[in-house]
């Protein structure tokens, strides 16, 4: 393979795996939303949207790690590794780029917490867990303001749905909490 046709195909890996990983967070997020109030399919158990919740996270996860490392290795831009983890120190688009290591960054803890998730205690992972309302939306700033597409149609209806998503997701929880104070008996 030609060293163009490679570096082109890295880049649509660092553009698509950035797309994909932003979806999957999406549907992380909407699902963590379901999750929390205890919403399951009709006919599934409580457990199936707990597990697909997860599911979906580590796949995101494992998506976010390929667009870093790809935005790393390739050589059409340069993005140093401090760069992927250290907001805002970038030269190449430094405040695009920070947001993407902000919220890599909140990704990173979520993920860490997660998997100490036992030892940490319910009420210190459920306070770092809120990480990922911060997380998505720099995520998606990240999206919206990085790289050659940013403007394109196919991107911008891309973060529409994404928004579209959590902020009926955010609604549907708001709306099921109702006032608290019609919950307390009279």
Same mark, same amino acid.
């Given at each position: 393979?030609?060293?163009?046709?490679?570096?082109?195909? %890295?880049?649509?890996?660092?553009?698509? *795996?950035?797309?994909?990983?932003?979806?999957?967070?999406?549907?992380?997020?909407?699902?963590?939303? !379901?999750?929390?109030?205890? /919403? *399951?399919?009709?006919?599934?158990?409580?457990?199936?949207?707990?597990? =697909?919740?997860?599911?979906?996270?580590?796949?995101?996860?494992?998506? %976010?790690?390929?667009?870093?490392?790809? *935005?790393?290795?390739?050589?059409?831009? *340069?993005?140093?590794?401090?760069?992927?983890?250290?907001?805002?120190?970038?030269?190449?688009?430094?405040?695009?780029?920070? =947001?993407?290591?902000?919220?890599?960054?909140?990704?990173?803890?979520?993920?860490?917490?997660?998997?100490?998730?036992?030892?940490?205690?319910?009420?210190?992972?459920?306070?770092?867990?809120?990480? !990922?309302?911060?997380? /998505?939306?720099?995520?998606?700033?990240?999206?919206?303001?990085?790289?050659?597409?940013?403007?394109?149609?196919?991107?911008?209806?891309?973060?529409?749905?994404?928004?579209?998503?959590?902020? !009926?997701?955010?609604?549907?929880?708001?709306?099921?909490?109702?006032?608290?104070?019609?919950?307390?008996?009279?």
């Amino acid at each position: 393979m030609s060293d163009v046709l490679r570096s082109e195909a %890295l880049w649509y890996l660092v553009r698509g *795996s950035g797309v994909v990983a932003l979806v999957l967070l999406t549907v992380t997020v909407a699902l963590g939303i !379901a999750t929390a109030n205890r /919403w *399951s399919a009709v006919g599934l158990p409580r457990f199936v949207t707990a597990a =697909l919740h997860r599911s979906v996270a580590l796949l995101s996860v494992s998506f %976010l790690g390929l667009h870093v490392l790809t *935005s790393i290795v390739d050589t059409y831009v *340069s993005i140093r590794a401090v760069d992927a983890f250290v907001p805002f120190v970038g030269s190449v688009q430094p405040v695009a780029l920070g =947001l993407g290591a902000v919220a890599f960054d909140l990704v990173v803890a979520l993920v860490a917490t997660s998997l100490v998730r036992g030892s940490l205690g319910l009420r210190a992972w459920r306070t770092v867990h809120w990480l !990922a309302y911060l997380a /998505w939306p720099v995520a998606l700033l990240h999206g919206l303001t990085m790289g050659t597409d940013t403007a394109a149609s196919w991107n911008v209806v891309t973060v529409a749905a994404c928004v579209l998503v959590v902020v !009926a997701a955010v609604a549907w929880r708001v709306r099921l909490a109702g006032p608290r104070s019609a919950q307390a008996p009279a």
